[in-house]
């Protein structure tokens, strides 16, 4: 599976909110997907990544999107290349498709199962997950989704909040789009196993430790009391009860 990679749109179109009928009049009526999901479907399921026009961008832009696409697919193989040209043994019959291998998790959900130290560190690019049998506070945990945070690149995961404790939401993070869905009252097969389960992926270099301090204080302590009252996403919840 190849995915040809515009190096010169790329960071832009990362951190679009655009969606694909944005930029397309033509495109399904159904097809809502936002312009970054597409982009990121197809950079997390390529064996060979064809980045065209890197006459167009200097060293540092470079960089930035070798870090995000190794970040994102870290086994990929990374061609680049200027007007188009590439030699066909790069792309062709390369031998690399495994359809098992297409099956298994993608990078995030790789790093939730099995924490590890990322290649892409070398790029400043940084994972870290969070585990806890401990639920969110709502109203911290509203405040640290709402804050503008650029060094994220990819994060998703499951999470329950401490006035909803037979409610799993799920979190899912692709650039400049965030998104917060219901995920069930029953916890789903993929659901999660613990109250919280989400792995984050940035440009976050030494501050991925006080990134991840920041989320845990957003847990609830031990005998701390929440006003479900006072709770934030209550009324998504109800929005869901009237569908």
């Not at 806890?132 to 405040?143: A, C, E, M, T, W």
């Not at 999470?159 to 789903?188: C, D």
Request: aromatic share 10%; net charge positive; hydrophobic share 40%.
């Amino acid at each position: 599976m190849v995915t040809v990679v515009d190096a010169s749109t790329f960071l832009k179109d990362f951190a679009t909110l655009e969606k694909v009928d944005d930029r397309d009049p033509d495109a399904p009526l159904e097809d809502r997907r936002n312009i970054v999901d597409l982009l990121v479907d197809q950079v997390e399921f390529a064996d060979v990544l064809v980045v065209n026009k890197s006459d167009l961008v200097g060293r540092g832009t470079r960089r930035a999107i070798e870090g995000r696409l190794r970040a994102l697919n870290p086994s990929a193989a990374l061609v680049w290349t200027e007007h188009g040209r590439v030699d066909p043994s790069l792309v062709l019959a390369t031998g690399r498709f495994d359809w098992d291998k297409s099956l298994t998790l993608p990078a995030w959900e790789r790093e939730l199962s099995k924490p590890h130290i990322p290649e892409t560190v070398e790029y400043g690019i940084v994972n870290f997950s969070l585990v806890s049998d401990q639920p969110f506070h709502p109203q911290r945990l509203y405040k640290y989704f709402a804050t503008k945070r650029p060094e994220l690149l990819r994060a998703k995961g499951w999470f329950t909040l401490a006035t909803q404790p037979r409610v799993s939401w799920q979190f899912h993070l692709a650039g400049a789009k965030k998104k917060i869905e219901f995920a069930g009252k029953v916890a789903p097969a993929r659901g999660p196993r613990r109250a919280v389960e989400m792995v984050f992926i940035g440009v976050f270099g030494k501050k991925a430790e006080r990134w991840k301090n920041e989320l845990e204080k957003c847990l609830v302590r031990p005998g701390e009391v929440v006003d479900p009252a006072a709770d934030p996403f209550a009324r998504y919840l109800s929005q869901v009860g009237k569908r």
